[in-house]
């Protein structure tokens, strides 16, 4: 069971002992962002999307549109515990940050992410690692171009990090659109179809100033994948749980740390 605090409950519910907390400014806020995004918003903290929660939402979107889901996802979500843990948060220097973002419907198979190091673009990977996708191997040429050119007009030099990842969609060509920045570190960062080790050498992949990345790609279809969304979701003991009572059953969600 997941406890949601006071303000998420309907105004006809009781509030009991467990769902005793509330965060009335903090919930506010998220009220106040979403009233400006109707048409549903995009949940992720530092550095990670509640992607491992998707479970949790109905048609397993991560579409939130309101402050329930914004609570569901955030006490489900283990990236989003471990990004918002003073652990990770404060030892790294960093603060706390919740981002509601305008949904947007993305094709994966249009999604990249690109490595910096040195304020140089070292590699470029596909976000759907490792899918085929024909239309990449047909248009490699142009992608890395026109990923090369929006970092050389927009990115480079004006990000004040000299290493770092950032991810873009490229819908069409000659049109690339920044996503999202990540830390050039294995702790935070997917390296997808590179190992971090590779892009931390500087003779296997130079930081010269040269932007002439290695773009990585399936060049043929090698029959289906595990895709890392799978890997997440209900977990097999809650399943397991279905037909104990209730009482073992709140046992158990806690040994689990629910």
């Not at 999604?111 to 910096?116: L, N, T």
């Not at 979701?233 to 046992?251: C, H, K, R, Y």
Request: aromatic share 12%; charged share 25%.
């Amino acid at each position: 069971m997941i406890i949601l605090p006071r303000e998420c409950l309907e105004a006809h519910e009781e509030v009991d002992e467990e769902n005793n907390v509330s965060f009335p400014d903090f919930s506010h806020r998220i009220r106040e962002i979403l009233q400006k995004l109707p048409r549903g918003a995009f949940l992720k903290t530092n550095w990670h999307c509640a992607r491992d929660a998707h479970w949790i939402m109905p048609g397993q979107s991560l579409k939130v549109h309101d402050v329930a889901e914004v609570y569901q996802l955030l006490k489900a979500s283990n990236y989003s515990k471990m990004d918002l843990s003073p652990e990770r948060g404060f030892a790294s220097g960093f603060n706390f940050h919740v981002v509601l973002r305008k949904w947007q419907e993305i094709n994966p198979a249009s999604e990249f992410r690109c490595f910096v190091r040195n304020h140089t673009l070292l590699a470029i990977s596909p976000r759907a690692w490792p899918e085929y996708y024909e239309h990449i191997y047909q248009q490699k040429s142009d992608i890395v171009r026109d990923i090369c050119t929006m970092f050389k007009e927009h990115i480079k030099n004006r990000f004040p990090l000299k290493d770092y990842v950032f991810d873009v969609v490229r819908e069409k060509k000659d049109v690339v659109q920044l996503l999202d920045f990540s830390p050039f570190d294995q702790q935070f960062t997917n390296s997808l179809a590179f190992e971090w080790l590779e892009l931390e050498d500087d003779d296997k992949y130079p930081a010269n100033g040269e932007d002439e990345p290695e773009f990585c790609y399936l060049k043929q279809d090698i029959g289906i994948q595990p895709k890392q969304k799978n890997l997440y979701g209900l977990p097999l003991e809650f399943t397991a749980l279905a037909s104990n009572s209730d009482a073992s059953v709140a046992q158990h969600l806690t040994d689990l740390g629910l």
